[in-house]
């Protein structure tokens, strides 16, 4: 049980990634680049991790790229769709990102890719992933931010609004960047750093992302969704107001994904520890060959 708010309605995001499960790797480029993204980061870290946790496998992209990995030992997948599982290779675990069932510190490292922005209590995760992992373990998470689909955002607010008198949610309002690091301090994770970049996906028209978005499984699952579907007419208004303000110059629009990745260190004593405030030993105007002046002055 948990007081967080419950934002997505997980049990039916599970069923519609269900039935578009065998057809996940049609429909993977983004998962595919976020994918590489963690695996370079992941390359400048020179050392041993005996048992890999990949959270939110879906069907099994990023497992294969860890087990290639110099130091990885033994890479466990834990996806809660059935249909998405199946797909994935070795060792196996069905099962709610929000309830891990792993005993305390028993990971050397927890990689997640796109799945962490989808669940209720991301607060109450992170720190069951820092219980999880050893001391000097690591977290790499990568999940959607606040710009994400911005442009789609946009266009569906206008057309409600102008059609209906009044808009319903219909995009996920993912966080952004600063609340994402100031959780992983939150969670009890030592050096913490998140950090965003932006990915622009191009399509014929705004109709074709929505499509694209229905197929991988990930369409509007808040529960504070209107039930009706989207009329025609507002459907209509909604594409015209995308191409209007965001059509590039042969005809195409873009929609943006921003990725926010997290890294984050399970405590240990090896670790760097800031100084005592007021332990410095040399002013910060020597240290940079200038005058101190004060505020005064």
């Not at 808009?167 to 050096?191: I, M, Y």
């Not at 990745?261 to 405590?267: E, M, N, Q, S």
Request: proline fraction near 5%; charged fraction near 25%; charge should be positive.
């Amino acid at each position: 049980m948990t007081d967080e708010p419950q934002i997505f309605d997980r049990a039916l995001l599970w069923r519609r990634r269900n039935r578009v499960a065998a057809a996940a790797g049609q429909h993977d480029f983004l998962l595919a680049s976020t994918a590489d993204e963690l695996m370079e980061r992941l390359a400048i870290v020179q050392r041993r991790f005996a048992v890999v946790l990949d959270l939110g496998a879906h069907h099994g992209l990023l497992g294969d790229r860890l087990r290639s990995l110099p130091g990885v030992e033994t890479v466990i997948q834990m996806e809660p769709v059935a249909g998405l599982l199946r797909q994935c290779r070795g060792l196996r675990v069905r099962g709610d990102e929000e309830a891990l069932p792993f005993r305390g510190q028993s990971l050397d490292l927890v990689v997640s890719a796109l799945a962490l922005q989808l669940v209720n209590d991301l607060p109450g995760t992170l720190l069951q992933i820092r219980r999880a992992l050893r001391p000097d373990g690591l977290l790499l998470a990568s999940l959607l931010g606040g710009a994400t689909l911005n442009e789609l955002r946009t266009a569906l607010l206008l057309a409600e609004e102008e059609v209906a008198g009044g808009a319903s949610p219909r995009v996920a309002p993912f966080a952004d960047v600063r609340d994402l690091g100031a959780l992983l301090q939150r969670a009890g994770f030592a050096l913490p750093v998140a950090d965003a970049y932006s990915i622009t996906v191009t399509y014929p028209d705004a109709l074709a992302l929505m499509h694209e978005l229905k197929a991988a499984g990930v369409a509007n699952a808040l529960r504070t969704r209107t039930r009706r579907p989207l009329r025609r007419h507002t459907l209509a208004r909604a594409l015209e107001h995308y191409r209007e303000r965001y059509a590039l110059p042969n005809g195409r629009v873009p929609a943006t994904f921003e990725i926010v990745t997290l890294t984050g260190w399970a405590p240990h004593e090896s670790q760097q520890q800031p100084l005592r405030p007021g332990s410095a030993t040399v002013r910060l105007a020597e240290a940079l060959n200038t005058v101190e002046r004060s505020a005064t002055d």
